[in-house]
């Protein structure tokens, strides 16, 4: 039995078996013998030799083996033997061969260094920086100055500009570093009419880009006022500071290795949908964790700390909050509108639902009389109760689905997909193949078999009375 815990290495445990039921305690007769023959393989068949400690548990009157490895610093590490030199990743609860850009990465990790941080072939010279020099003196109220250039990492001493730096030069010369927006008739893809409202791509400045789909989703969505006592009530379809955040970190936390892909924001009637190129850093998926508590590990952390000075995110790695926060602060919101996000090894998605679709102007603030402050809290207090209930709920749902996908017999991709699925969609919502294409960008012919393998698993069930081609997942 295998345990993964994301930054600290593996756990390795010896013998247990698994099986419909659990785990069975089955034991080891030997132990000593094996002992020295795991410490023998891992001398003899790694390439660095990791750090890892061998303990042996007793339990049941059972002797077991707990290896413990820690996370390396000098990755790769290769497994040497059979004739083969293979380095491995941890992609959610697998091991599997990596790739050449997960060797880039390895080889990046190993040596200490970040992409941004990397000398790129472009002199400083040759390039202007227009727009982050006036961002800058706006945001700070200083100038940024050639050393300042230097000290930030964004180019050497002998003036050859970073990776970091040519992504903020006006015209960054890596044509890779783009901003793909489209607002969408209706709530996918392909609704029939006209599939799109509005449609840019966007390229330049790191800086320009974040202003750019700043601006089209202003373009994009309204703001709605209620006339109120004291004032106005303003309530936009998306709150701006949640739109922001999510925009800054899919710039600047995307994986710049993946090369031919950028940065989607996908406006629909009722959410918008924002891509970035790479997965968590650490190899974990969003998903599984508190995004409350997710710890700050960032991909590009000279990129990130421009950034960081020019206040447009904190160095404390609480994106995730502050965006679920803004949603809770809405007039509008309600539990099913909470924000998600869902990552896999190669992608990461963010969806914000619209708070006003479907919403009218009457039905925005009924019930909200003034109380008695006393009165106030306690309604604060239930409501507050009723959504950790239903929170822990659907958690206990999710981790169920999870569970029971995680075990069968299918490509990781796949999995990925169905557990892609489920974040957006949850178990009482009905769905189609046309939906199953908007989310996972599959096209007809592979999601109408991804619909046949989650029938074949028991993992969907169809729905009669909704029209043809409904389906609900099942737990």
């Not at 607002?183 to 320009?208: F, P, Q």
């Not at 940065?263 to 998903?287: A, L, N, T």
């Not at 046309?434 to 619909?451: E, F, K, N, V, Y």
Request: positive net charge; charged residues 30%; contains cysteine.
């Amino acid at each position: 039995m295998m345990k993964n815990g994301v930054g600290t290495g593996l756990v390795l445990l010896y013998k247990v078996t698994r099986n419909n039921v659990g785990n069975t305690l089955v034991g080891l007769t030997d132990i000593r013998a094996i002992s020295e023959k795991i410490s023998e393989i891992i001398k003899t068949r790694m390439d660095p030799i990791p750090q890892a400690d061998l303990e042996i548990h007793e339990e049941d009157g059972k002797q077991f083996i707990i290896l413990r490895v820690s996370a390396g610093v000098e990755t790769p590490y290769y497994y040497v033997g059979d004739g083969s030199r293979v380095a491995f990743i941890r992609v959610g609860n697998e091991s599997i061969p990596a790739g050449a850009l997960e060797m880039k990465r390895l080889v990046l990790r190993g040596s200490n260094k970040t992409y941004d941080s990397l000398p790129s072939s472009y002199p400083y010279e040759k390039y202007a920086f227009t727009k982050l020099r006036s961002v800058y003196r706006q945001r700070t109220g200083k100038e940024l100055s050639e050393a300042d250039f230097i000290s930030f990492g964004l180019m050497d001493d002998n003036g050859i500009l970073t990776n970091a730096g040519a992504l903020l030069a006006d015209e960054p010369p890596m044509r890779h570093s783009r901003l793909f927006c489209t607002r969408w008739n209706g709530l996918d893809k392909a609704s029939g009419v006209m599939e799109a409202l509005d449609d840019k791509e966007y390229s330049g400045s790191l800086v320009a880009l974040l202003q750019d789909g700043e601006k089209f989703i202003k373009n994009n969505t309204k703001k709605r006022w209620k006339k109120a006592p004291d004032g106005r009530i303003e309530m936009p379809d998306i709150p701006e500071r949640a739109a922001l955040e999510c925009i800054v970190n899919g710039l600047i936390h995307r994986d710049y290795l993946e090369l031919g892909s950028e940065v989607h924001i996908d406006i629909f009637d009722d959410r918008m949908e924002i891509y970035s190129p790479g997965g968590m850093f650490d190899g974990s998926f969003v998903q599984n964790l508190d995004t409350d508590h997710v710890p700050s590990r960032r991909r590009n952390p000279v990129i990130a700390d421009v950034f960081s000075r020019m206040n447009y995110m904190e160095r404390r790695g609480s994106g995730f909050k502050k965006i679920k926060d803004d949603y809770h602060r809405a007039v509008n919101y309600r539990l099913e509108l909470e924000p998600k996000f869902y990552s896999d090894a190669t992608s990461f998605w963010v969806t914000l639902y619209n708070l006003n679709y479907n919403v009218t102007i009457d039905e925005i603030g009924v019930g909200a009389k003034k109380q008695p402050f006393e009165d106030e809290k306690t309604v604060v207090s239930a409501k507050k109760q009723l959504f950790e209930a239903e929170k822990a709920v659907v958690s206990n749902e999710k981790q169920s689905f999870e569970g029971k996908v995680n075990k069968l017999r299918m490509s990781i991709h796949t999995k990925g997909r169905i557990l892609r699925l489920y974040d957006v969609i949850g178990l009482n919502t009905f769905f189609s193949r046309a939906d199953i294409m908007r989310i996972t960008g599959l096209t007809s012919s592979p999601a109408g078999d991804l619909i046949k393998k989650m029938k074949n698993e028991n993992l969907i069930e169809s729905v009669a009375g909704h029209g043809k081609g409904k389906y609900k997942f099942k737990i």
